[in-house]
């Protein structure tokens, strides 16, 4: 999707029904781009590289070690990659508190959050767009962020949008239900937040960042890729979980129920004669099962 600003600084988009956006970060959702010339000139400055902006700007979109290799090239230097690239990101979160969303952007997220779902495809690492998007209040708003180290062809290459059109995919919410006995203390219970996690990482995403376990007082759709948490505690009920798949027009629940703890007994039976003969290390229950 093409994105163009008019004079009147509003956000102009090209004809057509979308099934979803994808944003850039830096430039695009964030004015950041100042800041992260900053932070390369001081990055770069310990090393005695010279990065002028002209070359900054034509550059953007490129992965950060791409960057480091490329001037190393260009200058004849050889500078760490991986320390020039921490020092650089050391430097960026330093100026944070400074930045500040392009507003017209911001106004087509806010409009169109919550109709269908959004990606960031990001030359930048995940924890510098995580950052970003925090600090702006706009993390909840992404389905999914791909940044570099996810893809191997950086842009203008199609693979890393792509690779947020396949992480999209149907837009479907994502609700996990825990049910037990009234003496249960913890709440959401440890398998619920597993499959959580499961769920959120076939999305790419982070659980810290998507989860939800209270919308008390909340007047507003769901954010788009949330995943949702309700927990039922009641009477002597062994221990049930859902994960709930929802979608316009259908619903897919994919249910575990336990009627006698004597069912887990059984299960750490089994894994202790699994374990005989074993090294020692560190083992779950897909190895004792095979999975």
């Not at 093409?2 to 979803?20: C, E, M, V, Y």
């Not at 995580?130 to 600090?135: A, F, G, Q, Y």
């Not at 249960?184 to 989860?211: I, N």
């Not at 009920?237 to 619903?251: C, D, K, L, S």
Request: charged letters at 25%; aromatic letters at 8%; hydrophobic letters at 40%.
């Amino acid at each position: 999707m093409t994105q163009t600003i008019s004079q009147t600084r509003k956000l102009i988009l090209p004809p057509g029904d979308f099934q979803a956006y994808l944003f850039d970060c830096d430039g695009t959702i964030a004015d950041s781009m100042p800041l992260h010339y900053v932070a390369w000139k001081r990055a770069l400055g310990e090393w005695g590289c010279e990065f002028p902006e002209e070359t900054f700007y034509a550059w953007g979109g490129m992965p950060v070690t791409e960057i480091i290799r490329s001037l190393n090239e260009e200058h004849g230097l050889q500078m760490p990659v991986e320390q020039v690239a921490a020092r650089k990101e050391e430097h960026y979160y330093e100026f944070l508190p400074q930045l500040q969303a392009v507003p017209e952007v911001v106004e087509h997220i806010e409009a169109q959050h919550g109709r269908i779902p959004f990606a960031v495809v990001s030359g930048s690492s995940r924890e510098s767009v995580t950052e970003s998007l925090r600090t702006l209040r706009l993390l909840d708003r992404f389905r999914t962020l791909v940044c570099a180290g996810d893809y191997r062809n950086g842009k203008p290459h199609p693979e890393a949008f792509l690779m947020a059109a396949e992480r999209l995919g149907p837009s479907y919410d994502v609700e996990i239900f825990d049910v037990h006995h009234r003496l249960k203390r913890d709440a959401p219970s440890g398998t619920a937040l597993a499959l959580g996690e499961a769920v959120a990482g076939v999305r790419g995403q982070s659980l810290r960042d998507v989860a939800v376990y209270d919308r008390t007082g909340r007047r507003a759709p769901r954010a788009s890729g949330s995943i949702g948490f309700s927990s039922s505690r009641a009477g002597d009920i062994v221990g049930e979980h859902t994960v709930t798949f929802a979608a316009a027009g259908e619903r897919i629940d994919i249910t575990h129920r336990a009627t006698d703890r004597m069912t887990f007994a059984r299960g750490a039976l089994r894994a202790a004669e699994w374990l005989v003969g074993r090294p020692a290390g560190l083992y779950g229950m897909q190895n004792v099962l095979g999975l």
